[in-house]
């Protein structure tokens, strides 16, 4: 089995160089399932069910998201009637969306999980009491199982990965939209990497145009931010995973879009 992983799209910039680099990446790694992480997609903030539509249009088999899930508000119902999109698990139960999908195809099942930190993000319940729940939710539906663990401290993602080695397929992180060189496989068999990055302007500070967020740190004002349109590069993990679930292989992919 192999699972590419692209992290958080950020923005139309985003969304047009994963169109751009994907039907490539498809062709050189022959992935059996594309998940990829679309909190940003919208306006480089959120999600929106047209934004979500234009990224399954791509045959992205699902879509995790992470804090800024929940930033637009008509995007409530789509994230309740579709099933291949997953919010935080760790959210309140009672709010749009699910947490848990599981993707089919030739024999194999995929369950993916997206899971929030609790460090500078908030969360309604400790991931890792949630991430127990679901995989005990899971249990016999599943051949492989992928993690998206959104969070912003690295300490709190890599005590993830050693909490599920040997449980999981592959435990990745997103979020802070800077890919951590850390990629390998646990001794388990459990494919981890701290934070994928981002897929979108590495021209910027971490998706925001660079001269607005200097602006803020430099006059600590309100200053409205938009997404930089510079140096747009692709970054996702490829996952290898045996027919046991146990994977095998990960490796990272970082690459400029020339969208020119
Ligand atoms: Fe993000
Ligand atoms: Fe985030």
């Given at each position: 089995m192999r699972l590419l992983f692209v992290g958080d799209v950020v923005g139309g910039l985003g969304r047009r160089t994963l169109a751009a680099l994907l039907p490539g990446l498809r062709e050189r790694?022959?992935?059996?399932?594309?998940?990829?992480?679309?909190?940003?997609?919208?306006?480089?903030?959120?999600?929106?069910?047209?934004?979500?539509?234009?990224?399954l249009g791509l045959g992205v088999d699902a879509l995790t998201l992470g804090n800024h899930a929940f930033r637009h508000t008509e995007v409530y119902p789509f994230l309740d009637r579709e099933e291949r999109i997953v919010r935080p698990a760790n959210y309140p139960r009672a709010s749009p969306g699910r947490g848990i999908t599981v993707l089919e195809r030739d024999g194999m099942a995929?369950?993916?999980?997206?899971?929030?930190?609790?460090?500078?993000?908030?969360?309604?319940?400790?991931?890792f009491a949630e991430v127990d729940a679901a995989?005990?939710?899971?249990?016999?539906?599943?051949?492989?199982?992928?993690?998206?663990?959104?969070?912003?401290?690295?300490?709190?993602?890599?005590?993830?990965?050693?909490?599920?080695?040997?449980?999981?397929?592959?435990?990745?992180?997103?979020?802070?939209?800077?890919?951590?060189?850390?990629?390998?496989?646990?001794?388990?068999?459990?494919?981890?990497?701290?934070?994928?990055?981002?897929?979108?302007?590495?021209?910027?500070?971490?998706?925001?145009?660079?001269?607005?967020?200097?602006?803020?740190?430099?006059?600590?004002?309100?200053?409205?931010?938009?997404?930089?349109?510079?140096?747009?590069?692709?970054n996702a993990v490829l996952v290898e995973a045996g027919p046991d679930g146990r994977a095998t292989a990960i490796e990272q992919i970082l690459a400029p879009a020339d969208l020119a």
């Open positions: 790694h022959r992935p059996d399932f594309v998940v990829v992480n679309g909190e940003n997609a919208a306006g480089g903030v959120g999600i929106t069910e047209r934004t979500a539509r234009e990224l995929l369950g993916v999980i997206n899971l929030s930190g609790t460090l500078f993000v908030a969360a309604a319940r400790s991931p995989l005990s939710d899971l249990r016999g539906r599943t051949t492989h199982v992928l993690v998206d663990m959104h969070a912003e401290a690295t300490s709190e993602k890599v005590a993830m990965g050693w909490h599920l080695d040997g449980r999981v397929t592959a435990c990745v992180g997103t979020h802070t939209h800077v890919p951590t060189a850390d990629a390998r496989v646990l001794p388990g068999g459990t494919a981890y990497c701290t934070d994928v990055g981002m897929t979108g302007p590495r021209g910027g500070v971490i998706g925001v145009k660079r001269e607005l967020a200097l602006e803020r740190f430099l006059t600590m004002t309100n200053v409205r931010f938009d997404t930089s349109t510079e140096d747009p590069w692709i």
